[in-house]
């Protein structure tokens, strides 16, 4: 039985191509892993976040309360935390060419299967494996950003390639919102992803592969002539377990400040993700087909601000912090304004949340480019892990906390919660404005 280091191996360098050939070849292979790690993460989403389209009507069928649902939320978010930094190590040394396929197929055989019961113990042990499967959704893709673009691009890069957050999050909304009515069940919000994602790791497997070494091309840094400063002579060394963990990761201060900071981020971010749509039901009237419309506006509208604000942060010098800073601000704002707008002015709160959207993302993605930032290309998995998993812990408080706020205090006292995360995760990241990447 071959284990999991064996099955998922990097693929081992093939003979260097030509020179003509390389030059023909590189940037081919460059828009396919970028085109591939997205079309691929955004697929991931259609079975992470539909449970939040479905939770309102599931739980109005299977009479699961609000700090039920919350319980559901917050073991998933910690097991995706976990899964992300542990799947984070191991992906730094597998081909994501067989990992992140594996991951898509596990996350749908727990769609599959969430669908088919109505046992609340065994929907939260179910979505608990699903959160930890998703674990093999980013760390894949930021090791082969890492090794097909350079340091001087990945702003602008990872900027294009996190919209695939936004699409797959948004088109979930409407997927999971419409198969609930067209379908006449919960189930199906479960059922029409899982097949998606069935088909997503058929795709990932054929268009995926590993580093450029394995096409016969050479080191990204070579190709770009961008090598970091303190790696020129060893940039292609494979890193020991203890130094992805230790040397690179847990004594590494920078780290630690964008992680924590990135707690509060994701405070703001998931709140109006997962209980957007129920508390627009609830407080403000929306239908179920108009929370399902919140979630889509409130993705899309961090298209284009993701993109742009990669590049600005490329443009400053690598300054993720700084614009991550500025970009907290006006959430701050729109959470005030949706507490103060009154039932029947749907429109504005739809308003507010294009707000949220648009500059949440910017610091959601910078964040991550950060930790990579900090470390080497070698660790990038297990740094970006580290960060995500207190994103995720940062997910499960509110998860549970303001599903507990909600069902026994108000909505109002939930969203004075949000209020306070945002503030904190503002104040951190004062901290990091003057931040460059290392080197």
Same mark, same amino acid.
């Given at each position: 039985?071959?284990?999991?280091?064996?099955?998922?191996?990097?693929?081992?360098?093939?003979?260097?191509?030509?020179?003509?050939?390389?030059?023909?070849?590189?940037?081919?292979?460059?828009?396919?892993?970028?085109?591939?790690?997205?079309?691929?993460?955004?697929?991931?989403?259609?079975?992470?976040?539909?449970?939040?389209?479905?939770?309102?009507?599931?739980?109005?069928?299977?009479?699961?309360?609000?700090?039920?649902?919350?319980?559901?939320?917050?073991?998933?978010?910690?097991?995706?935390?976990?899964?992300?930094?542990?799947?984070?190590?191991?992906?730094?040394?597998?081909?994501?060419?067989?990992?992140?396929?594996?991951?898509?197929?596990?996350?749908?055989?727990?769609?599959?299967?969430?669908?088919?019961?109505?046992?609340?113990?065994?929907?939260?042990?179910?979505?608990?494996?699903?959160?930890?499967?998703?674990?093999?959704?980013?760390?894949?893709?930021?090791?082969?950003?890492?090794?097909?673009?350079?340091?001087? *691009? &990945?702003?602008?890069? =990872?900027?294009?390639?996190? #919209?695939?957050?936004?699409?797959?999050?948004? /088109? %979930?909304? !409407?997927? @999971?919102?419409?198969?609930?009515?067209?379908?006449?069940?919960?189930?199906?919000?479960?059922?029409?992803?899982?097949?998606?994602?069935?088909?997503?790791?058929?795709?990932?497997?054929?268009?995926?592969?590993?580093?450029?070494?394995?096409?016969?091309?050479?080191?990204?840094?070579?190709?770009?002539?961008?090598?970091?400063?303190?790696?020129?002579?060893?940039? *292609? &060394?494979?890193?020991? =377990?203890?130094?992805?963990? #230790?040397?690179?990761?847990?004594?590494?201060? /920078? %780290?630690? !400040?964008? @992680?924590?900071?990135?707690?509060?981020?994701?405070?703001?971010?998931?709140?109006?993700?997962?209980?957007?749509?129920?508390?627009?039901?609830?407080?403000?009237?929306?239908?179920?087909?108009?929370?399902?419309?919140?979630?889509?506006?409130?993705?899309?509208?961090?298209?284009?601000?993701?993109?742009?604000?990669?590049?600005?942060?490329?443009?400053?010098?690598?300054? &993720?912090?700084?614009?991550?800073?500025?970009?907290?601000?006006?959430?701050?704002?729109?959470?005030?304004? %949706?507490? !103060?707008?009154?039932?029947?002015?749907?429109?504005?709160?739809?308003?507010?949340?294009?707000?949220?959207?648009?500059?949440?993302?910017?610091?959601?993605?910078?964040?991550?480019?950060?930790?990579?930032?900090?470390?080497?290309?070698?660790?990038?998995?297990?740094?970006?892990?580290?960060?995500?998993?207190?994103?995720?812990?940062?997910?499960?408080?509110?998860?549970?906390?303001?599903?507990?706020?909600?069902?026994?205090?108000?909505?109002?006292?939930?969203?004075?919660?949000?209020?306070?995360?945002? !503030?904190?995760?503002?104040?951190?990241?004062?901290?990091?404005?003057?931040?460059?990447?290392?080197?």
């Amino acid at each position: 039985m071959p284990s999991l280091r064996t099955l998922f191996a990097p693929a081992p360098p093939a003979p260097r191509l030509p020179e003509d050939e390389v030059q023909r070849k590189y940037p081919k292979m460059r828009w396919q892993i970028l085109e591939a790690t997205f079309i691929g993460y955004a697929t991931f989403y259609l079975v992470r976040n539909n449970l939040a389209v479905a939770a309102d009507t599931m739980g109005e069928a299977l009479l699961y309360s609000k700090d039920d649902i919350g319980n559901i939320f917050a073991v998933t978010a910690i097991a995706y935390g976990l899964g992300k930094f542990l799947m984070g190590s191991l992906s730094d040394r597998s081909n994501p060419r067989y990992f992140m396929p594996a991951g898509l197929l596990l996350s749908a055989v727990c769609n599959f299967a969430f669908g088919w019961v109505d046992s609340y113990s065994v929907h939260l042990l179910l979505w608990t494996l699903n959160g930890f499967v998703q674990g093999m959704g980013w760390p894949p893709c930021g090791r082969s950003l890492g090794h097909w673009y350079s340091v001087r *691009e &990945r702003g602008s890069v =990872f900027g294009v390639w996190n #919209v695939a957050h936004n699409i797959g999050g948004g /088109l %979930i909304g !409407l997927i @999971a919102a419409y198969s609930i009515t067209t379908f006449g069940g919960w189930q199906y919000a479960f059922f029409v992803p899982g097949v998606l994602a069935l088909v997503g790791a058929v795709y990932l497997f054929w268009r995926l592969r590993d580093t450029p070494q394995s096409e016969g091309l050479p080191p990204i840094e070579e190709y770009k002539d961008d090598f970091p400063p303190d790696e020129k002579e060893d940039h *292609e &060394r494979e890193l020991s =377990f203890r130094e992805l963990f #230790v040397d690179y990761v847990l004594t590494n201060p /920078l %780290i630690w !400040l964008v @992680a924590i900071a990135n707690l509060f981020v994701y405070v703001a971010r998931y709140s109006m993700l997962d209980w957007g749509p129920t508390y627009l039901a609830e407080v403000k009237g929306a239908s179920v087909e108009g929370g399902g419309f919140g979630i889509f506006v409130l993705e899309f509208s961090g298209i284009a601000s993701t993109i742009l604000m990669g590049w600005v942060s490329d443009r400053l010098g690598g300054r &993720r912090g700084l614009v991550s800073f500025l970009c907290m601000i006006p959430v701050f704002l729109a959470f005030a304004g %949706i507490m !103060l707008v009154p039932e029947g002015a749907l429109w504005i709160d739809m308003a507010l949340l294009a707000v949220i959207g648009f500059f949440i993302y910017p610091p959601v993605m910078l964040l991550g480019v950060a930790a990579l930032d900090f470390t080497s290309k070698k660790a990038v998995g297990t740094a970006a892990g580290f960060v995500g998993l207190f994103g995720y812990i940062g997910r499960m408080i509110q998860g549970k906390g303001i599903g507990y706020l909600a069902e026994y205090h108000s909505w109002d006292a939930a969203l004075y919660s949000i209020l306070g995360a945002t !503030l904190i995760g503002i104040l951190l990241l004062a901290f990091t404005v003057r931040l460059r990447p290392r080197g």
